[in-house]
């Protein structure tokens, strides 16, 4: 049997939104898919992800991104290690009024995102490449994202110095991570970890929400 194409994926996409508790516009929606199908073309050539079956692409790149959405906090969203733009890109498809730079020192990674921030019209994303310790902003972020990226006490000291008594760390891990929550850099404190189900994932899901206390 042969992988569906994007647009058979549309159904799997609303469904699975639905099951988030999200609401987009249709324009939205045909926008993640047109994402989808460029990670799928560029994919070939540049073995951007480990998954290549378009279907699971829905559950593990789209949705699982999309589930971080409603812990966003403000209108500024740094997100950091975001290989080939996930959770940033859907995240950024998403929520147009929010503005969000996607960072990763992975040169490969960072010009598919700019390709597809150009190819897709994405008005409110940079795409910068740089390591996270060395990243040196003009301004600061409301809320710092990552996905698949380090372990939360290595994550935390690369983005001390890019955070304020205002900054929401938003951090998604797999199963309870219970092994991460100690040795963190002074400052940060733990707030919550919400559980998350993410339709047709067949993986635990955790969301680590943590706030930082400037001495």
Same mark, same amino acid.
């Given at each position: ?10 159904? $799997? ?29 560029? $994919? ?8 290549? *079956?378009?279907?699971? =692409? ?9 589930? %971080? =959405? ?25 929520? +147009? ?57 290595? =994550?935390?000291? %690369? ?12 951090? =998604? ?9 100690? *040795? ?6 733990? *707030? ?6 993410? +339709?047709?994932? *067949? ?13």
């Amino acid at each position: 049997m042969s992988s569906p194409t994007v647009p058979d994926l549309k159904p $799997n996409l609303t469904q699975g939104l639905k099951a988030l508790g999200l609401e987009l516009p249709e324009a939205r929606i045909d926008l993640l898919l047109q994402l989808l199908a460029l990670l799928i073309k560029w $994919n070939k050539s540049y073995n951007l992800t480990a998954v290549r *079956d378009p279907q699971q =692409m829905v559950p593990v790149h789209l949705l699982d991104s999309l589930a %971080m =959405m409603p812990f966003l906090q403000g209108n500024s969203v740094l997100d950091v290690g975001t290989g080939p733009g996930f959770p940033g890109l859907p995240l950024a498809i998403a929520c +147009p009024e929010t503005q969000f730079t996607l960072l990763d020192s992975n040169a490969k990674k960072t010009r598919f995102i700019t390709q597809a921030v150009m190819e897709l019209g994405i008005q409110n994303v940079t795409v910068v490449q740089s390591r996270a310790e060395a990243f040196q902003p003009a301004g600061q972020y409301s809320s710092i994202i990552t996905r698949a990226f380090a372990s939360i006490p290595e =994550m935390l000291a %690369m983005i001390k110095h890019l955070c304020t008594n205002t900054t929401a760390v938003i951090a =998604m891990k797999g199963q309870y991570p219970k092994e991460e929550l100690s *040795d963190w850099p002074s400052g940060f404190v733990c *707030d919550e970890i919400r559980a998350v189900q993410v +339709p047709e994932l *067949d993986a635990a899901r955790h969301v680590v929400l943590i706030s930082y206390e400037m001495s």
